[in-house]
Structure formats: C-alpha cells, structure tokens
C-alpha cells in the first residue's frame, strides 16, 4: 500500500542528489567564472600598464613649460592604432593638457593626492553605455619643482563584457541542464540500487503461515544489505519456532483440558442413568471435586505464564537466604523422600533479592520433579555457589539420563520426555515452564544437562551480599 504524502525514499535520494550536483555545479561555475573575468583584468591591466609607463617616460623628459605644451602631440601620436584606449593627462593647476577625442572619465579616477598608494582598476560605463575600465597614476615631470601631473588611462572593455555575458548565459543553461541530467541519472541509480530492496519484498510478501521456513538468500543481496537480511532471517526462525510452539500448546492444552472434561463429564452421565443414595452422589462430587481443582490449577499456572510472556511479573523484593529455603522445601518433601528411601543434601550458601513466595515455587517444582524421578535408595543435591556477582544453585538427582534431543523442550508448557506416563501423577507439565518465568522474573537463567544416569538443573541469580 503506497501512502499518499509521504515522499519515498527514492524522491528523496534523487532530490538530495540533484541538490548536490546543482551547487557543486553552481560553485564550479562561480569560480570558473571569477577565473576568466581576472584573466580578462589582467589583459586589460597590462595595457592600460603599458600606456601610462609610456606617459610617465614622455612627461619625465619635459623640462620647460613649453614642452609641456607639445605633450598631447608625443601623447596623440602613441595612440595611433590602439582603438578603444583613452589618455587624460590633467597638468598640476587642474588644467587638462590632453584627453582623447570623446574620453569620459570619472571624477574619483582624477582626483589623486600625493602619496596615495595604488588603487585597484576602475570600472564604469560611459554616457554613450561603453563599458570602460581605467587607472590613474602621479606622474613627476622634469621641471624642476613642479608638482606631478595626474595620467588617467582607459581601455574600451565592450568585447569582454560580451563575451562575459555569453559566457555567463552559456555556462548557468549547462548547470541548469546538468542539475537537471544528473537528477535523472540520480533517479536511475537509485531505482537500481533499491531493486534488491524490492526483491526483499517481493519474496517476503510470499511468506506465510504455512511457509514460515522460507529463510531470505543471503548471497543474493548487497554487502550493505547482509545485515537487514540476517535480521529478517533470524526474525523468520523466532515467529517460526513461536508459530510451532503455539500450535503444539493449542494442541496440548486442548488435550489437557479434555481429560478432566471427559471424566466430569462421563461421572456425571453414568451417575444419572439410574437413582442412587445420598453416600453414591457424594463419592461422585468428591470425584468430581478432584477434577476441578486440577482445572484449576492449571487455569491458575496458565495465568500465570500469561503475564510472564507480558513480563507483568513484578517480584516482591527482600533478601532471601537460599539455603534456608532449601531446607524448608526439604521438611515439605522429607516424607516422601522417607517412602522412597531417596537422600536429600544441601550444602553451600547464599543470599538473593526477590520474591520469597515465586522463589519457594520454583524449588518446589524442582526437587518435586527431582524425587518423583529419582530410583530407591538414590540422592537428590542441592548446591550453592557463588561467583563473583553471580549465584549459582544446582539440583542434581539420580535416574534414568534425558536424551539430548528432549533437553531444548523441557521448559516448554505442556511438554513431557514419556507422553505414555500417566498424567494424573506428572502433573499437567506446566511445571518447568512456571519455573523458568519465576528465574527470568528475577533477572536469571536456568538450564538442565543430563549424563551418566544424572540429571542436572542450574539456576543463576544475581547475588547479594
């Protein structure tokens, strides 16, 4: 679905590309730009040079007033064949010796003081709109203490200031085209560029409930896109491994819930076939009683992983001994330990920070698991240790060895290693699982390894001094 008002990330590249080819374009066109119209003042400067050094040396060898007088004849003379090039020579009383034929130039270009430094080029258009340039110089005679006469020199600059403007118009339209070309070369590379992108989709919009082991190929994508593939792969495993696990608790719990269901419900029809004494009805409720509570339990348990999967578990905190609690689980179990003759130790100790009542449960539902499995005359351990912010609790119990491919399921609801023992002493198989939430809920992690006729659940808890 394409949502209206939102730029894609195309429009965007390509903008943003556009937009860094147009001012690279326009900066490269300033500066090529300033560049010919300094070679250009360059030219002019060596003329206009030129021509007043030319002054200079004429006015250096007059040494009487009347030779002053036939400056603008010498001056007249030199510029025979400089088409465009205008001379001003202004004698020191303010009086104009000689100025080309139709001259203008601007009063700041003819007032000099003595001592003044150089000045940079002047520009100006003239009253017939003739784009000029000029300069202006003191320039010593050789009449003994006259003052300098001022020489103002000017190059017609209509050629260049065409062909700046030609250049100019020329130079804008190719950015302005360029800016426009590489916009759409931008848009051509990034559509390419993101066409993996739209295979991704196109073969993701192909996943479903039904194919959640199709996996993305890696070897067919980018460098720069191996990362978001491995993720989306990785992604596809946990949905398929909660798909399945979903689907078998459906189908556990349907299984689970159908028993007590079908022996309430085939009590309570044979019970009413036939008229029966008040003793024979009260057999059937306590029966029926027994049937319920398990339904409640395993409601309750439900519930309870419920609001772990949501992480509503907020454990009550205080210090726990752990070893304390292992004794007192010990005096709950001692005599059924006592009928099967299994041995129960503790040793080590240490201390955590949770929620007594949630702790005490998951003990329960480990040494409970530990001593219904555990052989006559067999041992169930109990050992704490401590490393450094780490606490480690390990219960050990003799038996018959898991094997290695039910050992990843153990803690899954509803999941048995025998589904052919009776259930009505297995419990509903939600223990481990409570377990494992109860660890999680306090900040820890448990794992179970089985060899050799010894199996081994490890809990880890932050520790507390």
Not at 22 to 30: E, I, P, S
Not at 99 to 117: I, M, N, Y
Not at 346 to 354: D, E, L, R
Request: charged share 20%; net charge negative.
């Amino acid at each position: 679905m394409r949502l209206s008002g939102r730029p894609s990330i195309t429009l965007r590249l390509t903008v943003f590309f556009a937009a860094a080819s147009t001012v690279v374009l326009l900066v490269l066109g300033y500066l090529i730009a300033s560049a010919v119209e300094a070679h250009f003042v360059e030219q002019d400067m060596e003329i206009l040079g030129g021509k007043l050094e030319l002054a200079r040396h004429a006015l250096e060898k007059v040494h009487s007033a009347q030779e002053l007088v036939d400056i603008p004849q010498q001056l007249d003379d030199s510029l025979v064949g400089n088409a465009g090039l205008a001379v001003a020579v202004v004698a020191p009383d303010g009086q104009t010796l000689f100025a080309t034929s139709g001259a203008e130039f601007p009063q700041a270009l003819l007032e000099r003081k003595v001592g003044a430094g150089p000045q940079p080029p002047l520009s100006w258009t003239s009253a017939r709109n003739v784009p000029l340039r000029g300069i202006s110089a003191l320039v010593a005679t050789g009449i003994a203490g006259a003052p300098p006469a001022l020489v103002a020199v000017a190059t017609d600059i209509s050629h260049h200031a065409h062909f700046m403007a030609s250049f100019r118009v020329t130079l804008w339209s190719f950015v302005a085209l360029a800016a426009l070309l590489t916009g759409f070369l931008g848009w051509l590379a990034v559509r390419r560029g993101l066409a993996p992108l739209q295979a991704i989709r196109q073969e993701a919009a192909g996943i479903t409930a039904q194919r959640l082991d199709f996996r993305l190929a890696v070897d067919k994508v980018p460098v720069e896109l191996v990362d978001l593939v491995e993720t989306l792969n990785r992604m596809l495993t946990r949905l398929e491994n909660s798909f399945r696990q979903l689907s078998d608790f459906s189908s556990d719990l349907a299984h689970e819930l159908r028993t007590p269901l079908s022996n309430l419900l085939t009590q309570t029809q044979v019970t009413l076939t036939q008229s029966r004494n008040p003793d024979e009805y009260r057999n059937v409720l306590a029966s029926n009683i027994e049937e319920f509570e398990r339904l409640s339990r395993m409601i309750t348990d439900m519930l309870f992983l419920a609001k772990s999967d949501e992480e509503l578990i907020v454990p009550h905190r205080e210090k726990i001994d752990l070893a304390d609690e292992v004794r007192a689980v010990f005096d709950f179990y001692e005599a059924l330990a006592e009928e099967k003759k299994v041995r129960l130790s503790c040793s080590g100790a240490g201390a955590v920070s949770g929620d007594r009542t949630m702790l005490r449960r998951a003990l329960n539902n480990l040494l409970s698991n530990a001593i219904r499995h555990t052989p006559q005359d067999g041992e169930v351990s109990v050992r704490i240790d401590r490393q450094g912010e780490r606490l480690t609790l390990t219960v050990e119990n003799e038996g018959e060895t898991i094997t290695a491919e039910h050992l990843p399921r153990l803690f899954d609801r509803f999941y048995r290693v025998d589904p052919a023992r009776q259930r009505d002493s297995e419990g509903a198989g939600l223990g481990l699982a409570i377990t494992r939430a109860i660890v999680r809920a306090h900040g820890g992690s448990i794992s179970v390894a089985s060899s050799d006729g010894v199996t081994r659940f490890e809990i880890t808890l932050p520790a507390r001094s």
